[in-house]
């Protein structure tokens, strides 16, 4: 764990503690002012993502401090759309997600930018990664409305809002479409950088059972409904755990040595 | 309703034998989980996947009605048929029964001016079979990202213990190569070092502007007084200087780092040539059914290139799914609900101004 005593740095270390001081004070009961820091906090992260990008010179969506960087962005707008267009609460808990996403940029990976490989030269490189570190914060933001579910009480008491349950899967419908374009964008790319529309790479595996895991669930919830809401609910933990492995552990690891690699 | 309850728990079953599959090809590594993906209990297993589905349109009718999920549907199927059509066993059936030569897949080595129509496998020997065609490889060319501007020339000095110094390859800086060891100081850098002879008196020169021999010259100070000259070339790294036994290498820039690799190539075919282009990463070439790509090089002297083939057969019917599945998840998740929304608010509006 290194501490970086850089502009960049600095300012992930402000977005950070925004979040945690926005949650802090909505736990508190001060809800506008935990609003106000959480609109702050997004603000700052927005800054350094366009700050990274000129840093870079490219977007920064290269390895994984850019990755966590951009997610940490984006929790904020997904919040505000889960509210007003889906009607799933957990605000208080995407604070807390967003201090979460940006720890391992903050402490963990190196934040050397990187030259671009000829391989990542491609503009398929922007939509691929975009529509899944989306898809990627959008799950998480399920799996939070799924641990809410299991612990049978909801993490807020607005009328408007829907119960847990409807809310992950409201928000897996509305993160799937992204996780499949993800999958098909990438396939698509391989085809043109490598020859092959599918390798076999280890991390293509690990996203083709992430994907085939919220097919899974989105099945067994057509076939049930609410009948059987933790298993959707596991279901639902389940598709989010293996997300993580394909981003983590099959980048990190040298258990799945493969085409991806440059990733980490 | 008993059918569509086993097709359901069935379509269930099969989503999560490929999940626990795809989980275990990826311990296994992208050579071994190709091999499992396609062998035959695993056709035998995407070919019940293609029953099945088919199955679903047949037995719900929903699958039918519901534009969203019959792409989606129809979407996995194509990508289904169009991926065992185009895989190894795919090929040979076509061989057998269609009486087609399209070579799945393999490499091609070319050296630059000449022309070939062989196919090898992985390991470059064997040899697969022949296009009917030729491919001349105009040039091969490399391209580098410009050296960033912090990057500055620098010696590294490795001494007696071990140790590795570093000094910046400016002309007056100067380095303590330890206590009692005496000290090292950069005399001249040389973009091009070139030495001539001229009265039985030894010249150095540095000549031109290209880099083709960057090196550096030192003097070495012991503490008894003397000193003496020595020259590191880029070129010839980690030199040992006999005398102290000084390990130095010098770095006249920073990594080049590759941005691209081109193939200039020209499709010959019954003596003419009939199409032109320079294939790089991300941009292969199409011909005649096949796929060319930028897979190796010659990385000692850029004399020839491998380009990975492969056949286009099943392609189109994979990249029709791949659009099916899209617009199917975007129509039944997102697009289906944006226009009931607009609707719902267009009857609100209506009630209201009644």
Not at chain 1, 1 to 20: D, E, R, S
Not at chain 2, 20 to 31: Q, T
Not at chain 2, 134 to 144: A, C, G, Q, V
Not at chain 2, 316 to 343: A, D, K, N, P
Request: glycine share 8%; proline share 4%.
């Amino acid at each position: 764990m290194t501490i970086k005593y850089t502009f960049q740095g600095l300012l992930i270390y402000v977005v950070i503690a925004a979040y945690l001081l926005a949650f802090l004070t909505t736990v508190l009961g001060r809800k506008k002012t935990g609003n106000g820091l959480y609109l702050a906090g997004f603000i700052i992260a927005a800054i350094t993502f366009g700050y990274r990008w000129y840093d870079a010179r490219h977007v920064p969506f290269q390895n994984l401090f850019e990755v966590f960087l951009s997610m940490g962005m984006m929790v904020y707008p997904l919040s505000i759309f889960c509210r007003r267009s889906l009607r799933v609460g957990g605000e208080t808990m995407d604070m807390l997600l967003g201090a979460i996403l940006l720890f391992p940029a903050g402490f963990i990976f190196k934040a050397e930018p990187q030259k671009l490989p000829p391989a990542l030269q491609s503009w398929l490189f922007i939509p691929h990664v975009a529509v899944y570190l989306m898809s990627y914060v959008i799950m998480a933001k399920a799996t939070v409305q799924a641990f809410c579910q299991l612990k049978a009480k909801p993490a807020y008491t607005d009328e408007n809002l829907v119960d847990p349950e409807i809310g992950t899967y409201r928000i897996i419908c509305f993160g799937f479409p992204l996780l499949t374009l993800g999958l098909i964008l990438g396939s698509w790319w391989g085809k043109l950088a490598w020859g092959d529309y599918w390798g076999w790479d280890p991390k293509e595996l690990w996203s083709l059972a992430s994907w085939l895991v919220y097919i899974g669930y989105l099945h067994f919830r057509y076939m049930f409904g609410k009948k059987h809401a933790r298993i959707n609910s596991c279901l639902a933990i389940l598709g989010m755990s293996v997300i993580l492995i394909t981003l983590l552990w099959a980048n990190l690891s040298k258990i799945f040595p493969g085409l991806h690699n440059y990733a980490s | 309703m008993k059918l569509n309850r086993c097709i359901m728990w069935t379509a269930l079953l099969a989503i999560c034998l490929l999940t626990i599959l795809s989980v275990f090809g990826a311990f296994c590594g992208a050579p071994k989980a190709k091999l499992i993906f396609n062998s035959i209990p695993l056709g035998v297993y995407w070919s019940g996947l293609a029953v099945l589905l088919i199955a679903g349109f047949v037995q719900f009718s929903r699958l039918l009605h519901k534009p969203g999920l019959f792409m989606v549907h129809a979407g996995c199927l194509l990508i289904l048929v169009g991926s065992m059509w185009g895989s190894e066993t795919g090929h040979q059936l076509q061989k057998r029964f269609l009486d087609s030569q399209k070579i799945p897949s393999g490499y091609m080595v070319i050296y630059e001016g000449e022309s070939e129509k062989h196919i090898v496998a992985e390991g470059l020997k064997q040899t697969l079979g022949e296009l009917p065609f030729s491919i001349k490889l105009n040039d091969f060319r490399l391209e580098h990202y410009p050296a960033d501007e912090d990057s500055v020339p620098r010696l590294y000095i490795k001494t007696h213990q071990g140790q590795v110094l570093q000094l910046i390859a400016k002309a007056g800086e100067e380095i303590s190569l330890g206590q009692g060891k005496g000290k090292l100081r950069i005399v001249r850098t040389f973009r091009n070092f070139r030495i001539t002879v001229e009265d039985e008196e030894k010249i150095v020169t540095d000549q031109g502007q290209a880099a083709e021999n960057p090196a550096v010259q030192v003097v070495i100070e012991l503490p008894d007084s003397n000193s003496y000259t020595r020259y590191v070339f880029e070129n010839f790294a980690g030199f040992t200087h006999g005398e102290n036994l000084l390990q130095l290498s010098y770095v006249s820039q920073g990594p080049q780092i590759i941005r691209d690799y081109f193939s200039d190539v020209v499709i010959i075919e019954n003596g003419k040539e009939v199409a032109a282009k320079s294939i790089e990463v991300n941009h292969p070439l199409h011909y005649a059914g096949y796929h060319f790509y930028q897979h190796s090089y010659d990385s000692q002297a850029g004399k020839y290139t491998i380009l990975s083939v492969t056949s286009d057969s099943g392609l189109y019917t994979v990249y029709g799914g791949y659009w099916l599945l899209s617009l199917g998840v975007l129509w039944q998740f997102w697009f289906r609900h944006i226009t009931i929304g607009l609707e719902m608010s267009k009857v609100k509006t209506k009630v209201l101004i009644q």
